[in-house]
């Protein structure tokens, strides 16, 4: 009796426990609302252990951001495209992960998720078709770690934002020599993402 009810609650039952559909480490819609623009969602990119050792360690990472609007024809025209890049470290002598956004100054956090979740949010652009047509947005997401002449470029931008807290020709990221730097990125290795993806096509005008 005890088995025939088991098979029966398996097979007729209904589920108790659903799964949470996950969002897309990258995702891009169209506000019609707003002119057509679109808006970026960026999710889970950086929910990495060992990419989360690495910045800890001292390893900036690098988000490199792009997003075009297409024309839809019998050949497809780009007519319109933003891109950006972003850059998250730590910093040992503050014991803070920055930000280094678009534009504007460094932002600061005290932990590798709030710094994730500074980056992994929604962004809303202002690129629009500007005539009638059929139209859709692409969107291209690369995290890669930064090399030697980008930790170079990075120092040199550092010494101005951590202004007072770091003086003299000291180096910034990790607090590291240069040998190190370069045994680091050599020894960790780590592998780069590269994520796309693709709106509905919509009509404007």
Known sequence: MLLAALVA?????????RAVPQKPPLAIAVDSANGFRPVLEIGSVLQDAELEEATSSGLPIRLRIRVELWRDGF??????SDSWTVILLFE????????????????RYASYGGARGALETRYPLDIRPRRSGNYYYTANLEVETLSLSDLDELERW??????????GDRSIP?????GAKRLLIRVLGLPSKHLEARSARFRAG
Not at 75 to 80: C, V
Request: glycine share 10%; proline share 9%; no cysteine.
């Open 75 to 80: 050949i497809d025209d780009l007519e319109a």
């Open 9 to 17: 609650l398996g097979s007729g039952a209904p589920t108790l426990f």
């Open 92 to 107: 040992p002598l503050e014991r803070v992960y920055l930000v280094r956004p678009r534009s504007g100054r460094a932002q």
């Open 174 to 178: 990790g607090a590291v020599a240069q």
């Open 158 to 167: 550092l010494q101005g934002e951590l202004q007072p807290a770091v003086t």
